[in-house]
């Protein structure tokens, strides 16, 4: 519905955020008048993205403030877990940087175009659905090279125009930050309800302000924030299995208790997961003893009761 200028009059702030972007007078002259305007506009691909994921149960996006805190480790281990009952997908929203095809063991598969729509490439890793754009390069040392406006494009077809079906859980893996790949996923999955954001950080300073913005974002966004997740601040013995400290512990859980969120745990890093991630094997079912895996079973268990599972 078009906006009415007598409320946009109102205005004073910059409305980015609402259906007014773009149209409210404060907007008169700014140089984003334009690209705003365009984003404020009714999407018409929305009612088939909704058609898309209604029948997805649980929609989850896993975000990390800075590269490097193991982000697209920790969403592949999460949905391997879940894979062990339910039915899961996982979509890799790094456009530029995309692992999720190697780290669930898909990569030589080829996305097919199919009456229904992109069948989605079947991991061996309890059947998990997986589309990610490092399926559709030529090579595995092929870039790519996307503006904003294609990036979006992409994604949308990720959601639109893939055959995803009936599924318990969908996992949507980001890259680091709040850019267009985060602005794009949270605008086109509102309507259906996304359960809300898990956060992974280390628990090193650097890693920790960066989190202060990515909490900052899910809530200008007003998209749920699940939990924060501490990864690699131990790591597992390869000759005992002892969960050893690697840096000081508990700034996570400090960070959580004063923006009032939950703080889901901590997850230590087990080094034999690291030859699973170049292999695409399945930590999960090959190393059920580790420390690491029995922390995750709690960080599921901390997740569905906070999502209001069954
Ligand atoms: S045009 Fe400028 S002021 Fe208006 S919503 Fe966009 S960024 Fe904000």
Redesign the pocket.
Known sequence: MEPKEESSQNIL??????S?????S???G????????S??LVDPDQEYIDIRMKPIKHKILVLSGKGGVGKSTVAALLSQTLARKHKVGVVDLDICGPSMSKLMGVESQEIINTQYGWKPLSSNHNGIKVMSVASMLQSKESSVIFRGPRKTGLIKRFLKDTFWGQLDYLICDTPPGTSDEHLTVVKILKSTNPDGAVIVTTPQQVALATIRKEINFCRKMRLPIIGLLENMSSFVCPCCEEVNEIFSSGGVEKLADEYGIAFLGTLPFDPRFTRCCEEGSNPVELFPDSPSIQKLANLISQIERRIDTP
Not at 13 to 18: F, H, I, K, L, V
Not at 30 to 37: K, N, R
């Open positions: 702030g910059c409305p980015s955020e609402t007014l972007a773009g149209r409210a404060v907007c008169e700014c140089p984003g008048q334009m690209l705003c305007q984003q404020g």
